[in-house]
């Protein structure tokens, strides 16, 4: 093209490559030996981090419209990831749906079971397993119907024609995430041609590091990937959950996950009936979690609760006995546990730490 000549734009674009690959190599070199000692023990966290991450695009603004932002992925994305979305149609994505995409499918792939999770504003709206991707949409957005508006909606199996359909013809979609689609959803959903439809493999989250950015530093941690069983939950009332109380406690605790603290959670038939998110007390989750399942028409009474922390009073447990809920999972550890506890058995309710 240049007949035998490289011009400047094309050598410096080489030049920077070919720094940015050295200074890759370098990067996992530093990373690989600041993380062991001279005698072969590796630290969780080295005495220097190098982080390297490519990026995928430019954003046409970040949070807010007066910010400016982009898109970075890891050199080597973890299989599964949404980096490595594969997107069908729809306009670019934005910094807000990125965030509430990932969320999205890191919610609905917990689950073995066919799940279904709708957010908003980073929360879970709305999430349900089931037989299949119809019936756990329809659970899901039963949830909190008016929330789902505009929402991201993400399934852990390929997405079938109908419910395609469905959604399109029920509610406005931002994005939606599924691990494959038949050629009828496709075509379906090509007639909303804003919608973003993004592909992602099945594939197990794979163990990593999430970081976050404080003043002029980074705060790492592990990403929380503790599978829960009842084996590793104590029940610490009289009352022991029923066989059906422990799936819904199990399926409740895994959408708390993903839910903002402070994080109550409603639950009942492998459903949500009530997302209380981000107050500032608990017990105020609390009474948004019930005021939003009465909203949407839902049966509350004889549901499970999940808390994402300890309750530090009573009023919790207090306020999901008047709404009916008869059995709680949460982590334990407040010092008031034992009046906690006590309020458990005044109601008649199971509890599990």
């Excluded at 492998?270 to 939003?292: L, Y």
């Amino acid at each position: 093209a240049g007949d035998g000549r490289l011009d400047h734009a094309t050598r410096y674009r080489l030049a920077v490559a070919a720094f940015n690959r050295v200074a890759q190599y370098d990067d996992a070199i530093s990373n690989y030996l600041s993380a062991r000692s001279s005698a072969g023990e590796t630290a969780a966290f080295p005495a220097q981090t190098n982080p390297c991450f490519v990026k995928v695009a430019d954003l046409r603004y970040g949070e807010n419209p007066h910010q400016k932002a982009a898109w970075y992925r890891d050199l080597y994305p973890a299989p599964g990831s949404l980096a490595t979305a594969r997107q069908h149609q729809g306009k670019e994505l934005s910094y807000n749906n990125i965030g509430d995409a990932d969320a999205a499918w890191e919610c609905v792939r917990q689950f073995d079971q066919t799940a279904c999770a709708i957010i908003k504003h980073a929360n879970p709206c709305g999430a349900a397993v089931a037989s299949d991707c119809g019936a756990a949409y329809d659970l899901a957005f039963a949830t909190d119907p008016t929330s789902a508006f505009g929402g991201i909606i993400a399934f852990n199996r390929p997405l079938d024609a109908a419910t395609a359909q469905a959604i399109i013809d029920r509610q406005f979609v931002e994005v939606l995430i599924a691990t494959g689609y038949e050629p009828a959803a496709l075509a379906a959903l090509a007639a909303k041609k804003n919608v973003r439809v993004l592909e992602i493999a099945a594939a197990a989250p794979t163990p990593q590091q999430e970081s976050k950015r404080i003043g002029s530093g980074l705060l790492i941690q592990t990403s929380d990937l503790k599978p829960i069983t009842p084996d590793d939950c104590r029940v610490v009332t009289r009352r022991r959950p029923t066989d059906a109380q422990w799936r819904d406690l199990m399926f409740a605790w895994k959408v708390a996950r993903m839910v903002k603290s402070n994080a109550i959670v409603y639950a009942a038939g492998g459903r949500t009936v009530g997302v209380g998110a981000g107050q500032m007390s608990r017990v105020d989750s609390a009474r948004i979690g019930r005021w939003k399942a009465e909203d949407a028409g839902l049966p509350i009474a004889g549901a499970v609760m999940a808390s994402d922390a300890f309750f530090p009073f009573r009023d919790g447990i207090d306020t999901a006995a008047e709404a009916g809920i008869k059995a709680v999972i949460e982590p334990g550890g407040s010092m008031r546990d034992d009046e906690v506890i006590a309020a458990a058995h005044e109601h008649g309710m199971a509890m599990v730490f």
